[in-house]
């Protein structure tokens, strides 16, 4: 336990001395590895899943190691934090024993085990207890046997201040630039996804996933909620969260309904929260740069939701300038559910305009 608590604080202050503690771009891994990759690959399957690999998904996360496009540290994340994992892991001593398993090859003793429920059940994220186990030595050695680049996690430190950025419409053709800004500081964001483009951008969302960011569902084809009937609101939210699994093995865990609207049925039939905003920079109206920029800095503070939309240019472009100037100001970047998770929590079928201390 103890030396975990030191891995933590390791993650914790290297983050703070490099701001560029992800480390996706991984040295090249040899053709001839893919064998030991594979192995790596179906190990995952046995410890997080608890059954022998389908061909078709280890064929996948092979090759994303292979390529060099996903660490060790992003494959063990798409295996614990994925719709399978956590249906097997409802309950914080049931995550705790798959960690051990995965990413220290063990099975947990039982100090660790309740030393790290406990540390769960007090309120900190899966998120975080997971950057921790990505830094230490076992999980270290395990990626070095089998030739795999290990790769960081984000650490976020629940005293500092935090704001969530959050991208509505996409994705769209300038999102991945986004993505590889967010990655490259250290830092997340939610894109609140429409499942048109969403079919048409699958490789994004899968990339938007790899990088810790979340996806959020803004129904298939951005209608107004409250005029459907139950089933049909029930239809726009299920639609996209089958896009969104297919391209990266995890469905959607928030929702923001189109134009914010909702009514009773909605909240009813949601099945997740509903997220708002407190920040609207109307990017949308401006299609400007500065505009955009200066509604964010000129009021942000802690705990904000910051509404933007991935599909405009000049938006992108406000991105890029905001992600390290909100990190010089102090802010950690982090999903809507990693802020949620920090300030309280969020329940399903009620909307939240921002997450306060
Ligand atoms: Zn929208």
């Not at 540290?73 to 614990?80: E, L, M, R, S, T």
């Not at 053709?173 to 939610?190: D, F, K, N, Y």
């Not at 639609?239 to 391209?247: E, Q, S």
Request: proline share 3%; aromatic share 8%.
């Amino acid at each position: 336990m103890r030396r975990f608590i030191k891995a933590l604080a390791a993650v914790m202050a290297a983050s703070i001395a490099f701001p560029v503690v992800f480390a996706s771009g991984v040295d090249v891994i040899a053709d001839d590895n893919s064998y030991n990759v594979r192995q790596f690959v179906e190990r995952l399957y046995r410890e997080t899943l608890g059954r022998e690999a389908d061909e078709e998904g280890a064929a996948d996360w092979t090759s994303r190691l292979v390529s060099g496009g996903s660490t060790g540290a992003d494959v063990a994340f798409g295996f614990i934090f994925s719709d399978e994992c956590r249906a097997q892991t409802a309950d914080n001593s049931a995550f705790v024993q798959v960690l051990y398993r995965a990413m220290l090859g063990r099975e947990a003793d039982e100090a660790g085990l309740n030393s790290w429920t406990s540390f769960l059940n007090a309120g900190h994220p899966r998120s975080n207890v997971f950057a921790g186990f990505v830094n230490s030595p076992e999980f270290t050695g395990i990626c070095a046997e089998y030739g795999i680049t290990r790769g960081n996690r984000r650490y976020v430190d629940p005293n500092r201040p935090m704001v969530a950025l959050t991208f509505d419409d996409g994705p769209g053709p300038r999102t991945a630039e986004i993505v590889s800004c967010l990655q490259s500081h250290g830092a997340a964001a939610t894109f609140f996804v429409v499942g048109m483009n969403a079919e048409r951008y699958t490789d994004t969302l899968a990339r938007i996933r790899r990088a810790g960011c979340e996806i959020g569902n803004h129904t298939y084809d951005h209608t107004n909620l409250t005029r459907l009937s139950a089933a049909d609101i029930q239809g726009e939210i299920s639609t996209v969260n089958d896009i969104v699994r297919a391209a990266t093995g995890m469905g959607t865990t928030v929702l923001r309904p189109p134009g914010g609207n909702h009514n009773e049925t909605v909240d009813a039939v949601a099945g997740m929260p509903l997220i708002m905003w407190s920040i609207d920079t109307r990017d949308w109206a401006t299609r400007s740069t500065q505009a955009t920029i200066n509604s964010v800095l000129g009021s942000v503070r802690d705990g904000d939701i910051i509404l933007m939309h991935d599909i405009y240019s000049p938006t992108v472009d406000a991105a890029l300038y905001l992600i390290p100037e909100l990190q010089n100001r102090g802010y950690q970047l982090v999903t809507v559910s990693e802020l949620a998770e920090y300030r309280g929590g969020a329940q399903s079928g009620c909307a939240y305009r921002s997450f306060r201390r």
